[in-house]
């Protein structure tokens, strides 16, 4: 069974509508798609039982690469339930392998918006070079949730204006590609734990941007996986407003 992955009507006249009011996220040009490493991120059940939707969702490109300009980037996610979560960080070698950075981190997610900047501890990011960020829910049942994104960090371009208001800015983020930087600039002006009125909107051209145009090389896993990662954006993008 073959199966086509498209927005529906409703929800892109939404995303339309939204959009000519504020400038949404625009992915990069050159959409270099993911390692095999992030791919086997795949369908999973809730933490608690099979009927439960999912309870962890990073916020971030997965069917692509994501950009950042920041040296020490923040990486974000969204948790349903208060959960133990264990984050890591790795870093592509030359030949496509990669090797982890830094120690792992243990911490408390609580239900809602979570964020967590690189620590001070850990050596700066570089430029031109790819990662990966992986979060892991630990749950009672035993049965595991884990999320992976891939990213860059590239150069700021020159041309960048410092001199704006946080509207102006998250926008000169999102339209130039640097999704981390949108993002993590949005939540400055929204309430703790949600992503607010400019955060909701980035998370519903995220949803719009993982859609993939050409879908013959997927497999039919593959279609129903990120087909159900854009509903659950949607939703997030409403719910957590």
Not at 113 to 129: A, C, H, K, Y
Request: hydrophobic share 35%.
């Amino acid at each position: 069974m073959h199966i086509k992955l498209i927005l529906s009507t409703t929800l892109l006249w939404s995303l339309t509508s939204f959009a000519a009011a504020t400038a949404g996220y625009v992915p990069p040009a050159s959409q270099e798609p993911p390692s095999d490493y992030s791919r086997s991120t795949g369908i999973r059940s809730g933490c608690l039982n099979q009927d439960e939707s999912d309870t962890l969702i990073i916020l971030a490109p997965q069917s692509y690469v994501g950009e950042t300009i920041s040296a020490r980037p923040q990486f974000i996610w969204l948790m349903s339930i208060p959960s133990e979560i264990e984050f890591r960080l790795f870093e592509f070698t030359a030949n496509g392998q990669v090797k982890q950075k830094g120690k792992p981190i243990l911490l408390k997610s609580t239900a809602g918006i979570n964020t967590l900047s690189l620590p001070n501890e850990q050596p700066s990011l570089t430029v031109g070079n790819k990662y990966l960020w992986q979060v892991a829910q630990r749950c009672p049942n035993g049965n595991n949730i884990l999320e992976r994104a891939e990213f860059k960090v590239v150069a700021r371009p020159s041309s960048f204006n410092p001199n704006l208001n946080p509207k102006e800015k998250i926008e000169q983020y999102a339209q130039k590609g640097f999704w981390y930087d949108a993002l993590s600039e949005s939540l400055l002006v929204s309430s703790s734990g949600k992503l607010g009125e400019l955060g909701s909107h980035l998370i519903s051209s995220l949803a719009q941007s993982e859609n993939p145009s050409d879908t013959s090389t997927l497999s039919n896993n593959q279609q129903i996986i990120i087909l159900k990662r854009i509903e659950s954006l949607e939703e997030i993008s409403s719910n957590w407003r």
